[in-house]
């Protein structure tokens, strides 16, 4: 299995986006991206006291522009200490969620 990365950065909306609430041509430029996007619809799964979030797991169906299904998401998350990538990769593991089960698509954020 070769697991996806995404980076998430958080943007000044007016450092980022044109008057018209679109990407500039410079940020389009530097991360390579198309124009054109696809608005996805994320509707988030838990309880009022947010339990499965405590629990560290996010759960969501999501459904994407254009697209008649929709696809239910979830993700364990581990927190990562000192930097240890390595500790929190053995940790999940240990947890059974290792290169071996392909019946997930493994992503690192």
Known sequence: ???????KLLLKPTAVLS???ELKGTILSTFDMPPSVAKQSIQFLDTDSKDIYAASWSAC??????NNSSEPMYKKRYTIVGGDIDAALTTADNNSFDAGNVKYKAQFE
């Open 1 to 7: 299995m070769t697991p996806e990365y995404e980076v």
């Open 19 to 21: 008057l018209d609430k």
């Open 61 to 66: 169906i999501c459904k994407t522009e254009n």
